[in-house]
C-alpha cells in the first residue's frame, strides 16, 4: 500500500537540508512579493512537521546555512555590500525550535544533506539515453529531448523525464518494478521550459521530490513492495 505525505510550503521551497542524526528535513521557503524567507522541519519518515513558519528577527537576507548534531545554523547576510557576506551565524535547536546562544564555537564544517543520494544524469546525447527513451515510449510516454534521471534500487526503477502533454512540456516522476510494471507516477511539475538540476533525492528508502515547486512530497518505496 502506499505509503506518501505532502507538505504545502509558505512559499518556493528554495533550500532543502537533512540532519541525519535525528531523521529531521528542513526547508527554506521564500515568499518573494512578501520579501519574507520562513523554515520549516518535518520527519522524514512521516511527514510530522515539527514546527513550520519559524522566522528571524531578519526575515529576508538569511538562509540555512548547514545542520550539525542536532542543530541547525543560519547565515545573516549584509544587505549593504555590493556581493553580500555572511554577517553571523545564528544556531537554532531543531527539535525545540528555539534559537541558542551558547557562546561555543561554529563547527568548522557544516552538513546539508548528509546520506542523500542524486539520480544519475542522462542527457540525449548520452550512450544509455536512447535505450531509456525507447523504454519509456514502450510505456505510452511523449518523451521531450531532455536529460533522463534515473535510479535503480533492489526492487524499483524510479524516472524523472520531460513529456509533452497537449502541446505543452510537463516533468513526469515515473516508479516501475525491475519487471517493468508501473508502480506509481505523478506529474510534478507542469507547463514547464526544461529539465532542472536536482529532480529528486533517496535516503533510507524514502522517495523524496518538490512538486510544482512549493509542495514537499515523501514517498516511502519500501510500501510500494506491498
Known amino acids: 500500500m502506499e505509503n506518501r505525505y505532502t507538505f504545502e510550503a ?24 512578501q520579501k519574507e524567507v520562513s523554515f520549516a522541519a518535518l520527519e522524514l519518515k512521516t511527514g510530522e512537521v515539527l514546527w513550520e513558519g519559524l522566522q ?3 526575515n529576508w537576507w538569511v538562509s540555512m546555512a548547514g545542520v550539525k548534531d542536532g542543530f541547525l545554523y ?18 537554532l535547536n531543531i527539535r525545540e525550535a528555539v534559537l541558542v546562544e551558547d ?22 546525447e548520452s550512450e544509455h539515453y536512447t ?4 523504454f519509456l515510449q514502450q510505456l ?18 524510479i524516472f524523472v523525464f520531460i513529456e509533452r502533454k497537449n502541446s505543452v512540456l510537463q516533468r513526469k516522476l515515473l516508479i516501475c518494478s525491475r519487471k517493468g510494471e508501473v ?3 505523478e506529474v510534478i511539475d ?13 535516503v533510507d528508502n524514502m522517495l523524496l521530490y518538490i512538486k510544482e515547486k512549493e509542495i514537499w512530497c515523501g514517498l516511502s518505496l519500501a510500501s510500494l513492495n506491498n
Open 10 to 33: 509558505h512559499g518556493i521551497i528554495w533550500r532543502v537540508m537533512y540532519d541525519h542524526s535525528i531523521g529531521v528535513i528542513l526547508l527554506e521557503m521564500r515568499d518573494g512579493e
Open 56 to 58: 528571524l528577527e531578519e
Open 74 to 91: 543560519f547565515s545573516e547576510f549584509d544587505q549593504n555590500d555590493a556581493i553580500p557576506k555572511v554577517k553571523n551565524l545564528q544556531k
Open 103 to 124: 557562546y561555543q564555537e561554529d563547527p568548522v564544517q557544516l552538513l546539508s544533506a548528509e546520506a542523500f543520494e542524486l539520480p544519475i544524469v542522462y542527457p540525449v
Open 131 to 134: 535505450t531509456l527513451r525507447t
Open 140 to 157: 505510452d510516454h511523449d518523451i521531450a529531448e531532455s536529460d533522463i534521471h534515473y535510479y535503480e534500487t533492489p526492487n524499483q526503477i
Open 183 to 185: 508502480l506509481f507516477q
Open 190 to 202: 507542469t507547463d514547464i521550459r526544461g529539465q532542472i538540476m536536482d529532480s529528486f533525492f533517496m
